[in-house]
């Protein structure tokens, strides 16, 4: 269903003036993402025709931004990562497991992103492998796949890390396959307390080597009494990690996946009305059960866009990441090692003679092969085609 109204509406119609009054304040990196979304899938990107070779209907499709902050670009962005990773998927169960930085960390991290982001994926990830590694637990390597996101449903800032792990993993000497129980994996109360320890001890490296920046409403940190008195009623506080099994078959967590890897701060899907009054939306109020959780919030343009933006990535961060036997390093052959002690075959090998998928969508009209009849450059107009006897225009953006 095309979603009526989207990011990129409101981008063009208050991004000016927003761009106008935060000039200076915003980063070269924050302004390309706010154009490549305001200009996806417009002639601003230039494009092509396609059209029908059964009925001879046509459309203009305009080319996508591919910003991986964009929400019209992570649906395809998602599906071709997932494609990728159906691959990696065992016959066992898996589990959800969710790691998440109080609010004390946080305001230093929204000053840090690249640092502390980067310390989080490094320290709940050494915290599983570690735990998991543990005999009195599960004594196996297990195999990670970790997504950050930095938001709450209401955009606020709220890092947090979600993994995606198989239900137990490689013994030690890679003799045996050693699987978890079916409902749990892993104590959670240890790996909180692990999990702080680690992130807190490297933080304060981080801090000791002058590497952190105080700005704004942590400013006073920039000392060291006053940066230790923050952290320290954390040092004491559990720290939430939460973990859930996923009782379903590997294509059921293929697609529960595909729900946090290329997510961003706000999908389209979300927006009610753009109007005087500001930008309405649905969310979620996580502190509430049931229908109540529902609920819908207004707010200006202006910070509307703000709360968008705090969400966009130091460049060339990962955001998607893969520990243990999934590591890029070793992936393969833990894999193939894997199904040998599951005693299931290796998936099969795409054919490479097999023809590609038609990457356009069949005609609206007849469900005949729609084909490329035309390219045109970024802000030029296509040329309409000859019109003959039962064509249609229609023009999609």
Known sequence: ??????????????????????????????LKVMSAIENCRTAALGGHIEACEDCGH??????????RHCPKCQ???????????????????????????????ADIAFYNKALVYDLLFKAASETMLTIA????????????????????????????????????????D????????????????VLSKLFRRLFLARLTTLYDAGRLDFFGSVASLAKRGAFLRHLAPVRKKPW????????????????YLSRYTHRVAISNSRLIRFDDAGVTFRYKDYRRDGAKRQKVMTLAADEFIRRFLLHVLPRGFHRIRHYGFLASSSRKDSLALARKLLNVPAPLPQESGEDPADPLPPCPYCGGRMIITETFERWRQPRAPPIHHGMIREFTS
Not at 240 to 255: R, S
């Open 174 to 189: 890679e003799r045996r396959r050693i699987a978890s129980r079916p409902a749990f994996l892993l104590p959670v109360r």
């Open 1 to 30: 269903m095309h979603a009526s109204l989207e990011v990129a509406d409101i981008f063009r119609a208050a991004g000016p003036a927003y761009r106008s009054t935060h000039a200076g304040h915003l980063s070269l990196h924050q």
């Open 58 to 67: 046509w459309r203009i499709a305009y080319n996508s931004c591919r910003n």
């Open 240 to 255: 939430v990690v939460y973990a859930k099994p996923l009782f379903a078959g590997p294509e059921a967590v293929l697609a």
């Open 133 to 172: 590694a543990d005999p009195k637990h599960l004594g196996a390597r297990i195999g990670i796949t970790a997504v950050l996101h930095s938001w709450g449903s209401a955009m606020t800032h709220h890092p947090h890390v979600h993994m995606i792990v198989p239900g137990g993993g490689l013994a030690m």
């Open 75 to 105: 649906g395809a962005a998602a599906r071709t990562w997932l494609a990728e990773r159906e691959a990696d998927l065992l016959p066992v169960g898996y589990f959800h497991v969710v790691f998440t930085m109080p609010a004390e960390v």
